[in-house]
């Protein structure tokens, strides 16, 4: 397979992952980390999947705090791929200033995929993001939508409209629907027509940045400016707008039906909590080892167990429980308890412990 | 109050509590651990205890490897107070060497007290004493019962029988039984007639090792012939039987009507897992902590934390948990499996881990 002629992959490296500390730091975010225990960190994973798409032509977006670390770990990366944000403003700035400068630089189209998502088919992602390319060339903001697997509510959802004649697999979209609660998402999943959004954008620059200047002119004119004189970055990025492209741009041009959705039947995951974490790396009965699994004693636990700095861990008789060893701190809870892990992160920064956050 | 004449304390410190692994090791058992939070090591507990009684009339067996670390705790003892045994060879070779140190020191009585008990009213303790004391003047082998209050399974029991006239308190033994199950400590304690055996035995030394000489002559001379020649202990400490000093001596002269039992209405506790540790420091719907309790960020979590490392620790969702989190090994589990910890140390011992146990 060759890559995609003209084809640019951007990846945002945003987020701190605050439900997996301590683990993930606002200092050393998820995507910095192996999570799955790969031998490779959710970023590079992520440069894996793409490269053989576009080879070279990537452009990442992360915060100043992380450029150096994403550097590191992106090494056959150009000085010029990866943008440092002075600030975090959401995911429309940052999109859209990849758009703005890959307009400048003659792409043709650019598929957005968060760098901390894992995906456990990459020859069928790939085959999916063709697709996608192919309907974005034609003009349409082309979203990538997960076939469920299960009724989950942690996932907002893609309503899958009519097939668009001539572009393999490709569908309009009839709206994005939030997070649903578990019954009304079985609803969407026994439909068939739903399908999970992942956030994967495929689109020319041009239409982006277009579409978003129908509803902000602004917006879009101060992205082109900057992309023109990167030198101004600092001095207009602090104006922009703090949105999700989501909202800025995706839902109103699926109200508008220029937005297609393309299936994708590959694995995904967006590894937002330990529950989620705990599920890829091991089946429900069992025990999940995230790192020296002999460093650890077990006896009747269920869950998942970082032992992450070395010391033994002893875990006796607890289900569907979460052990978090790091050399700073550690965290206890269960998999149900999951999402609650951001608490203890605000309650650390009201104590003033950002070294820990 | 004053203390009582010609009354000695005897202190066994023996035993390394691996259930209440990683806080008790080997090369740091239990009681010379602040286990209550109090501020004072059990064995530092059990000497403010008894001082009241005994002034400065100590004597402490310990074994080779602690005798450095219980001189460094009680430091008001005089360096004849504490004997070290060149091996553990059980409670009977502790206590009967003791007892024949203090026939030759001219001490009328002696009371033998675990170091690792916790006890919760050190003035009623004190007059549960003196009464054991006045008994065992008479010629009895003097054993303290406590007053159950509960149906535990965890402790032996003390039958005890008809009161022995003009001496308060003290009653007849019928006999020592071991741990019951559940229905059967429920019958006891319904019964009204039975106490736990929390170990205190009170007696003259000659009728001790008198007692012991009409089973195994050899055994009581034995040790007559280390008190008389202490550069003996080496020699002559390994050729003794391992035997606790409740088969050698307590049963056999219970059935023989030669024991007496002087009921104790102090609370009590041996201190023996993590579950009754936890119930010693907090009430079973709350969440004990032993230790500086600024590390730790709880919601929603009971049962007993450690925080022991400095490290922050988060328990986030479990009841009935117990996290120990010590500067080389951890452990969680329940208070349910708290007898299970010991499991641990033994896999840790098969495999080599002599550093951690």
């Not at 409209?161 to 994005?176: D, K, N, Q, T």
């Not at 649903?180 to 689109?203: C, D, I, K, L, Q």
């Amino acid at each position: 397979m060759s890559s995609i002629d003209g084809f640019w992959a951007v990846v945002p490296c945003g987020g701190a992952g605050t439900r997996l500390w301590p683990l993930s730091r606002s200092g050393s975010p998820k995507f910095l980390h192996d999570l799955t225990g790969s031998g490779r960190t959710l970023l590079e994973q992520t440069h894996d999947r793409l490269a053989p798409l576009v080879e070279d032509r990537f452009l990442v977006v992360t915060g100043d705090a992380h450029s150096e670390a994403v550097r590191k770990q992106l090494t056959s990366l150009e000085e010029s791929a990866v943008w440092a944000e002075p600030s975090a403003r959401d995911s429309m700035a940052a999109i859209g200033l990849a758009a703005a400068v890959l307009e400048r630089r003659g792409a043709e189209v650019m598929g957005s995929f968060a760098a901390d998502h894992v995906i456990d088919d990459p020859q069928l992602f790939g085959e999916t993001v063709r697709r996608a390319v192919a309907a974005a060339r034609e003009g349409w903001l082309v979203t990538i939508g997960i076939e469920p697997t299960f009724a989950s509510s942690a996932f907002g959802y893609i309503h899958q409209g009519e097939a668009l004649p001539g572009l393999e697999g490709a569908h309009r979209v009839v709206e994005f629907v939030e997070k649903p609660s578990v019954p009304v998402a079985e609803e969407y999943v026994a439909t068939g027509h739903f399908r999970w959004n992942a956030g994967m954008f495929v689109v020319r620059p041009t239409v982006l940045l277009d579409l978003l200047g129908e509803r902000d002119p602004d917006f879009a004119a101060t992205l082109r400016a900057i992309a023109a004189d990167p030198t101004r970055l600092p001095e207009l990025w602090e104006t922009l707008p703090r949105i999700a492209i989501d909202h800025a741009v995706a839902e109103p041009a699926a109200a508008a039906g220029r937005v297609a959705v393309v299936p994708g039947a590959f694995g995904w995951d967006d590894v937002g909590d330990f529950d989620s974490l705990a599920g890829l790396i091991a089946d429900r009965h069992q025990l999940a080892v995230l790192g020296d699994a002999g460093l650890l004693h077990t006896d009747g636990a269920t869950g998942l167990v970082v032992p992450g700095s070395g010391r033994i861990v002893a875990v006796i008789g607890l289900d569907d429980v979460v052990v978090v060893d790091t050399p700073d701190a550690l965290l206890v809870t269960t998999r149900d308890r999951a999402q609650d892990v951001k608490s203890v992160v605000a309650a650390l920064k009201d104590k003033g412990r950002q070294d820990l956050t």
